[in-house]
């Protein structure tokens, strides 16, 4: 994996001070590419790439990579992991002679022998700027479903793009105070920024499945989807025949991202997935696996014993990072400096912590992102067909006395508590199906948003983001659609996000078999029935590892990395939050409203109500507003 930035002029020709910025916007994505650095430019493009070397360590395959001619240029990031069938499939060395053996090479000879046409038939995760001088035009091109990000911001007749937004903090034309504050709002209410919007009113993230093509003659650059899921069911399959078909892609995604000349590790949560991608890589042949897992300090939220039974049953060599809320304190802002962007998820310093440990070790590691999305394994799945059934045959005096008698329950502040769960379930079962999805999720809901942010206007709410979106998808069943929510907001937004900042932090290869086109465009078709059987997810899934997973990881219930931020806040990390929530520091963001957060605050501290995610949402952000808007000092936390 590596680093991208460039600038493409789309009016002028660029003179020294655009190569000077092109050149800092690179050099700041040293940690993304620690190995090797490489520039190109001529009249109208300046691109940068720093490299981690991952497939062919050699020099020849430094980056960009260019044609003999040089009328192709190509800034990459990503890894092709069926790249060597697509060598041989197209005789790309007889037609080119292939002067290396990395991805890179493949995908510059693709894009030279058929253009973007080469999407088509690409499986792996990508972002790249593709340079065809001849024609004076140019692409910005995402992977299939945002694994490897690519920001742009458009200015002054320039077109700048880069794989952070930190490389947009030194440009002249960029205002850090410029912010966007409907994406900041719907962050309060789901811990991320959703879609194609940033923190920065400048800044857009090119969607997964989205390209740029900017013409350089005529100055005009156009926005286009170039790929989405098909979840047309094939009903011809049953559940033994789809497991067969199934254990046949998750064999051949793993091996295919086993594929590395640098040493290569795995992270272990102990959940179904993980596990899975443990036993199918010793399955087909992986030998000395190292492992790396997290073991949280607060027994309601750790799964020690489950990631214990698969050291035992596997025997890797395994290490394991403790997080307590020593940790949360001492990584607080070196996190963000990384993140460039507010997170509430609080898996991103636990990431980070285990990222560095296994630093020491591999330069790759492969994560379970995705699955939970692919086989439809997530606890709102559930709810939503209990929400079908509770509403069909519960009447509406019912489940109001219902409601009431759940809003009654006193707060419990251990993970996935039954109050939180009835109140959750019974609130949000009165709504439509995109806003319960929502509402099962939600941080802040849209009256405590605007209470939040008193002065912001906003004439939608973000429920109204998820239903548009929802009703808006060509989907054949609301399961469908809820799934293909999650792909596009949650996952992209959030989980990505999170893996690429935390991993490649510390300059480190995030790989996610379970987002392989083949096993996405084939799991996304199975039968909805067969998706969800009962109330359980995971159904074919499980039916094609049955056979390698041990009884006590077969059996256990989704459960997901999360802080126990509600409970440290009662104690250990209760002089940290009210530091954070004084007058001065909240109202220094010029958005808070200082007299809400000391609610929420009182209301949590009290047990009145668990606002702990809410609380760490808030915090999360005011550190970043002084970082990255008021004193701009991320750069003092970036390793040097």
């Not at 990503?78 to 790249?83: A, F």
């Not at 693709?110 to 001088?133: P, V, W």
């Not at 949280?296 to 020690?304: A, F, G, I, V």
Request: charged share 25%.
């Amino acid at each position: 994996m590596c680093g991208i930035a460039g600038i493409i002029s789309l009016d002028s020709v660029l003179g020294e001070k655009d190569l000077a910025q092109a050149r800092a916007m690179t050099d700041i994505l040293r940690h993304r590419g620690p190995n090797s650095k490489g520039f190109f430019s001529d009249s109208r493009c300046a691109l940068g790439n720093t490299r981690l070397s991952i497939i062919d360590l050699s020099s020849s395959a430094d980056l960009p990579a260019a044609s003999e001619d040089r009328r192709f240029i190509l800034a990459y990031n990503g890894e092709i992991t069926n790249y060597r069938e697509l060598a041989s499939y197209f005789r790309l060395g007889d037609k080119y002679g292939l002067r290396n053996s990395s991805d890179t090479e493949v995908l510059l000879r693709l894009c030279q022998d058929m253009g973007l046409e080469c999407l088509r038939h690409l499986s792996g995760m990508f972002a790249f700027c593709l340079y065809d001088s001849a024609r004076k035009k140019a692409w910005l091109v995402r992977d299939f479903y945002g694994t490897r990000p690519l920001f742009y911001m458009q200015k002054g007749g320039r077109l700048y793009f880069s794989s952070e937004i930190k490389s947009f903090m030194g440009l002249d034309c960029f205002s850090a105070d410029r912010l966007d504050s409907t994406a900041i709002f719907d962050y309060f209410a789901l811990a991320y920024v959703p879609g194609a919007a940033t923190p920065f009113q400048d800044v857009r993230e090119l969607e997964g499945g989205c390209l740029l093509e900017i013409d350089l003659g005529s100055g005009k650059v156009e926005h286009r989807q170039y790929y989405s899921i098909d979840y047309t069911q094939d009903l011809s399959l049953d559940p033994a025949s789809a497991a067969g078909l199934l254990r046949a892609r998750l064999e051949d995604a793993v091996s295919r991202n086993l594929i590395s000349d640098a040493p290569l590790g795995m992270m272990l949560s102990g959940g179904v997935d993980t596990s899975s991608l443990l036993v199918l890589a010793r399955h087909v042949g992986a030998k000395d696996l190292h492992t790396f897992s997290v073991r949280m300090l607060e027994p309601s939220y750790d799964e020690y014993r489950y990631q214990k039974i698969m050291t035992d049953f596997v025997k890797p060599a395994h290490h394991q990072v403790d997080i307590g809320p020593r940790e949360i304190e001492k990584y607080l802002y070196e996190h963000l400096a990384y993140m460039d962007e507010p997170s509430g998820d609080g898996a991103c310093i636990p990431f980070y912590a285990l990222a560095a440990e296994a630093k020491k070790h591999v330069s790759v590691l492969m994560s379970g992102e995705g699955g939970d999305e692919v086989f439809n394994a997530y606890e709102t799945y559930r709810a939503y067909k209990a929400r079908k059934l509770y509403r069909r045959f519960a009447p509406g005096f019912a489940r109001a006395a219902v409601r009431s008698a759940a809003a009654s329950l006193p707060s419990s502040y251990s993970k996935l508590s039954f109050d939180f769960v009835a109140k959750r379930f019974t609130e949000g079962a009165e709504m439509d199906v995109p806003r319960s999805h929502l509402y099962w999720r939600h941080v802040l809901r849209d009256h405590e948003q605007r209470e939040l942010m008193p002065d912001q206007r906003l004439e939608r709410s973000t429920d109204d983001l998820f239903a548009e979106m929802f009703y808006g998808l060509d989907c054949d069943d609301d399961l469908n659609r809820v799934s293909q929510l999650d792909f596009r907001y949650y996952l992209i937004g959030d989980l990505l996000l999170k893996n690429d900042r935390m991993i490649m932090a510390h300059s480190i290869e995030a790989r996610y078999p379970y987002l392989d086109r083949r096993l996405v465009e084939f799991s996304c078709r199975l039968p909805v029935k067969w998706k969800l059987k009962g109330f359980s997810g995971r159904y074919i899934q499980k039916l094609a590892v049955q056979d390698l997973l041990p009884p006590g990881i077969f059996r256990r219930k989704n459960m997901g990395l999360e802080l126990p931020h509600s409970i440290w806040f009662l104690n250990e990390l209760k002089p940290l939050a009210e530091s954070f929530f004084s007058k001065q520091r909240v109202e220094r963001t010029g958005l808070l409203d200082h007299s809400f957060v000391q609610r929420l605050w009182r209301d949590h501290l009290y047990g009145r109500r668990d606002y702990g995610r809410a609380l760490w949402c808030i915090l999360v952000f005011i550190a970043w507003h002084e970082m990255f808007v008021e004193k701009k000092s991320y750069a003092s936390y970036l390793h040097s």
